[in-house]
């Protein structure tokens, strides 16, 4: 009988021990209750939709949501600091309110917290402008951003990044993949194009080597699209929560995770695109952009303006005039030369909304005019009488400024 006990206590601190272990594997082929969708913190706008897709926004601006495994991940081993090896798959979609027009992006997150003091649009719902660069972040995170933000320098508009701590990201490349067979021929993809994507990161706490790879496909590409050499042991603690965060600016988009798979020191299982929820369908029929634009710094006599958009018809005549807008006389720009004016209509200079659209603050790249650039939906039933009413009063103004 003693020797019975003995055996016991000594097993009682082993069964303790083992019970306690936190969780190192997860699969999700979607998110619907049999696949422990309880087990995740969903904040914000995030929602599990009855499909089974973890929703992270809608098309509504300026909003964030995260979607976070509730229970933490031990990352680093105790006794000597160093961060284990790591691996995580999982399906996204982007798709934009407008084609073409992201906002803002996603980002798979691991933080020290599931509830992140954060912001949306450029901060993407995992940092606010006080904490960027701070060492006590604890943050590392992989984004998928459509938008470009000068403020990060960002090096496009449709990147893959690597952020530590930061939104400055430490590594960032074009969205795309190598074609396996064909040597290094990169096969771009568009992040904002609503087609679902199969990401995969991985960390190697051998070799201090993040890769991030995409495919269009559930085959793996043999290279990565994105490789860096760093030490994540320093940016970890011991448990860190993993999970994701997407966010939307003054345009939007639905940010989609349709499967995950995620294990410390192994391979993450695989995940086979045929077997994930299906996308809603999008909406039969988007609305263009319109962009009109109110010039106070040209002033014109209406007949020279009825010349000068004539003579500017005769020379780019695959830029079409509307009717209304040869009635009212104000100069032209087509849509590109806005959007560089305006940074692509950064967030950061947004001066305001009106009833019928949102002004911008911009600077013309030949004439170094400072103009104002009102946006408005080239479908929208209300507000075009005023639009009109509007670019026709400044078209009149007879002012030295």
């Known amino acids: 009988m003693p020797y019975f006990l003995l055996v016991l206590l000594t097993l009682i601190p082993l069964l303790i021990s083992s019970s306690s272990q936190p969780t190192d594997t997860l699969f999700f082929p979607g998110f619907k209750p049999p696949n422990l969708s309880t087990n995740l913190t969903l904040t914000g706008s995030a929602e599990i939709q009855a ?40 399906a996204m979609a982007i798709v934009p309110e407008y084609p073409k027009l992201g906002g803002h992006g996603l980002a798979f997150t691991i933080a020290a ?11 993407l719902g995992i940092l606010n402008a006080t904490d960027v660069g701070n060492s006590s972040d604890y943050l590392v995170a992989v984004e998928f951003d459509t938008v470009q933000d000068f403020e990060f320098q960002d090096i496009n508009d449709n990147h893959v990044g690597i952020d530590i701590n930061s939104l400055n990201s430490t590594a960032s490349v074009p969205a795309g ?30 070799e201090k080597l993040v890769n991030v790879t995409i495919s269009l496909s559930s085959k793996k590409p043999s290279l990565p699209i994105l490789q860096l050499k760093v030490d994540l042991s320093p940016f970890l603690q011991e ?21 995950w798979s995620f294990k410390m020191n192994g391979e993450a299982q695989a995940l086979d695109l045929s077997s994930l929820p299906s996308l809603p369908r999008p909406p039969a029929k988007h ?4 962009v009109g634009v109110s010039v ?23 830029d079409v005039i509307e009717d209304w807008e040869l009635e009212i006389g104000p100069q032209r720009y087509d849509y590109h030369e806005l959007k560089r004016a305006t940074n692509g209509f950064s967030d950061k200079a947004l001066l305001g909304h009106g009833g019928f659209g949102k002004v911008y603050k911009g600077k013309l790249k030949d004439s170094k005019t400072q103009v104002a650039v009102k ?15 509007e670019i026709a009063s400044i078209g009149r103004l007879r002012h030295r400024n």
């Open 239 to 259: 448990f860190m929560y993993v999970g994701f965060s997407a966010s939307t600016g003054l345009l939007a988009s639905s940010h989609y995770i349709l499967g």
């Open 51 to 90: 499909n089974g897709i973890l929703k992270l926004t809608n098309d509504t601006s300026r909003l964030q949501g995260h979607a976070f495994y509730s229970s933490p991940f031990r990352f680093k081993n105790s006794s000597n600091g160093q961060a284990f090896s790591f691996s995580t798959t999982f």
């Open 296 to 318: 106070s710094s040209v002033v014109f006599v209406i007949a020279a303006l009825s010349v000068a958009v004539y003579i500017f018809m005769k020379i780019k005549n695959a």
């Open 375 to 389: 946006r408005v939906s080239h479908e929208s039933k209300q507000g075009l009488r005023e639009f009109v009413s």
């Open 177 to 206: 993949y190598y074609i396996d067979g064909v040597g290094l021929v990169k096969q771009n993809v568009s992040l904002k194009s609503g087609e679902t994507i199969l990401v995969w990161i991985e960390y190697d706490s051998v």
């Open 113 to 123: 917290s599931k509830d992140l003091k954060a912001l949306p649009s450029q901060y």
């Open 287 to 290: 609305t263009a952009l319109k």
